[in-house]
């Protein structure tokens, strides 16, 4: 019974979420908070997709951006080339792209390790950006790539900008639904196995190399998937989606939120988001409150706002 | 007993280990057989630990060769080697440290069936597999605790069942009883005892009763080499391991 009633919690706030523009379209004629929670639900997809990484298989990548914006190109040229705005096609293209990637990439990083396996991906990003930043002719270098169509199902058009929310938060939720089955799967519990002790992973007979590759494919096709949305959204890719300061803002989030729990990355993105586009308007130093906060987490709560409240619910039950 | 037994489980021939000019193997050749259990004995420094890195696949060798149960394995990547049936049990615990035990053994039944099933969760069996050996090691009603919170004692006990959850057929056993009190040494070396004979084991260990109590036969390794080889008897008698070892760490 219990669990029936929870399922049914998590099927009442899903659809809450989905059918947000229009149950708020009453008191939100200017469609701010609709846009604002889209692109939270974006960065909480790419913030979930880092988190695989950072939080369960132990590997902080400073690099995950090259696959969001890999994502993201890929979805607005495919869509360009292709002549066509079917969801399949460009997403497809958005994941083949970004897993493609994080395989070469991944396949030369993924044996370091610590600081080595950071300053690799932050490189091999680098790289990603300078290509976006300098071949204009696919990707129009440093102004970026304006005019991505947005996507249509079948005959289905959801170019409106209440439907690209919908598929922006049902996409969010099948990936969210997706990372806890892994969390809770044989998977999932390998990765954090490679995370708390990769030598005794190995002395088991696991081929650790092979499943941080894994990991970091999957990781970089989500993100994909996650740079495809943000194409949608913004109908604009620009090379900085690739850029260092995407990759940093995604580990912030992970961070701040919780790294290693499902929840956190969420929490993280909407209050990074929050900061920045809510708050930066009201109070002059936005940015430099997320630096002050981020700082604080690194230093006093490493387990992040998860970890404080898990820590708070133990102190309040004993 | 020969040196080249074709049915060995686990044989190295002239196995050379050099770091920057340093020999830490300098020609081991010995052969266990298939449910025997050889104790590896020698002073601090003496190659035991480079010998057991090598053996894992963890450190390469500059010379020789290592045969697991009569194939050729020179080389092999650890997990490779821990997939043909070798499992080893650390001298520094290798455990995952914020793991309940029961997880901890469970990623090691788990190994087998190999990770790549992200839809399916552990299955009830590995658990109480899991459950099972804990009780086997003594850790029983451990089963929910943490790595961490365990004891000296009680992480020694987990790092064995964690070795044995992989259900290995050649063990190398580490100093098992490392900083262990003379009730906990007793209680491990007991365990070790009772395991299945047809598991093949080798142990490197300080503690000599423990050692001359648990192996068939012993070898005697002194600066990266096998200066003697042979029953208990045979050992306690030989002039050199006396000289270099024993003498010492009787007296000691």
């Not at chain 1, 939100?28 to 639900?41: C, G, H, P, Q």
């Not at chain 1, 998977?187 to 190399?209: F, H, K, P, Q, S």
């Not at chain 2, 995952?96 to 090691?108: C, Q």
Request: glycine share 12%; charged share 20%; aromatic share 8%.
């Amino acid at each position: 019974m219990r669990r029936v009633g929870s399922w049914a919690a998590v099927a009442a706030v899903a659809a809450a979420l989905v059918s947000f523009p229009y149950w708020t379209a009453a008191w939100e004629s200017s469609r701010y908070a609709t846009t604002v929670l889209r692109d939270m639900l974006v960065f909480a997809t790419f913030a979930l997709s880092l988190n695989l990484l950072v939080g369960y298989a132990g590997m902080p990548s400073l690099g995950h951006a090259a696959y969001f914006g890999a994502g993201a190109y890929a979805a607005g040229i495919a869509g360009q080339r292709l002549a066509t705005d079917q969801l399949h096609v460009t997403m497809g293209a958005a994941v083949l792209v970004a897993g493609v990637l994080a395989l070469l990439i991944g396949a030369l990083v993924v044996r370091s390790s610590g600081i080595f396996f950071l300053m690799l991906t932050l490189a091999f990003a680098q790289m990603v950006f300078a290509i976006a930043f300098q071949w204009t002719e696919v990707t129009g270098g440093s102004n970026g790539f304006p005019g991505v169509r947005r996507p249509s199902i079948g005959e289905l058009d959801l170019s409106a900008p209440d439907r690209v929310f919908m598929l922006v938060a049902t996409v969010f939720l099948l990936v969210t639904w997706l990372l806890w089955r892994i969390s809770r799967s044989t998977y999932g519990r390998a990765l954090i196995g490679v995370r708390e002790n990769e030598r005794r992973m190995r002395a088991l007979g696991y081929d650790t190399t092979r499943l941080r590759l894994s990991a970091f494919v999957l990781a970089g096709a989500l993100a994909g998937v996650a740079g495809a949305l943000a194409a949608y959204s913004a109908r604009f890719v620009s090379p900085s989606d690739a850029g260092i300061g995407t990759s940093v803002t995604a580990f912030v989030m992970v961070l701040i939120g919780g790294a290693g729990t499902l929840l956190g990355p969420i929490l993280g993105a909407g209050i990074v988001l929050y900061i920045e586009r809510v708050l930066s308007s009201s109070i002059p130093y936005a940015q430099t409150v997320l630096g002050l906060l981020f700082i604080g987490f690194v230093l006093l709560a490493r387990q992040g706002i998860i970890g404080l409240a898990r820590r708070a619910l133990a102190l309040a039950t004993r | 007993m020969g040196g080249s037994s074709g049915g060995a489980a686990l044989e190295v021939r002239d196995l050379r280990r050099e770091f920057g000019g340093i020999k830490a193997l300098d020609g081991v050749t010995f052969a266990v057989g298939p449910g025997e259990r050889r104790g590896v004995i020698g002073p601090n420094g003496a190659g035991k630990t480079t010998l057991f890195n090598v053996l894992t696949g963890e450190v390469r060798p500059t010379g020789g060769s290592v045969r697991l149960r009569g194939e050729d394995v020179t080389g092999r990547p650890t997990w490779q080697l821990a997939r043909r049936g070798l499992a080893r049990m650390y001298q520094r615990n290798e455990l995952f440290e914020p793991l309940e035990t029961r997880a901890n053994v469970a990623l090691a039944i788990g190994a087998r069936r190999g990770p790549y099933r992200p839809f399916t969760a552990a299955p009830a069996v590995e658990l109480e597999a899991a459950d099972l050996l804990l009780g086997q090691v003594g850790l029983a009603g451990r089963e929910r605790t943490p790595a961490r919170s365990l004891s000296h004692g009680e992480r020694r006990q987990l790092e064995l069942a964690v070795a044995l959850a992989a259900s290995p057929q050649v063990l190398l056993l580490d100093e098992p009883t490392a900083g262990m009190s003379p009730a906990e040494t007793a209680r491990i070396a007991d365990l070790i005892a009772s395991l299945d004979r047809t598991l093949t084991i080798l142990i490197v260990e300080h503690d000599v009763d423990v050692v001359f109590r648990l192996a068939d036969r012993i070898s005697v390794l002194h600066e990266g080499r096998v200066i003697a080889d042979g029953t208990a008897e045979e050992i306690r008698g030989d002039v050199r391991v006396n000289e270099v070892y024993l003498g010492k760490a009787v007296r000691a």
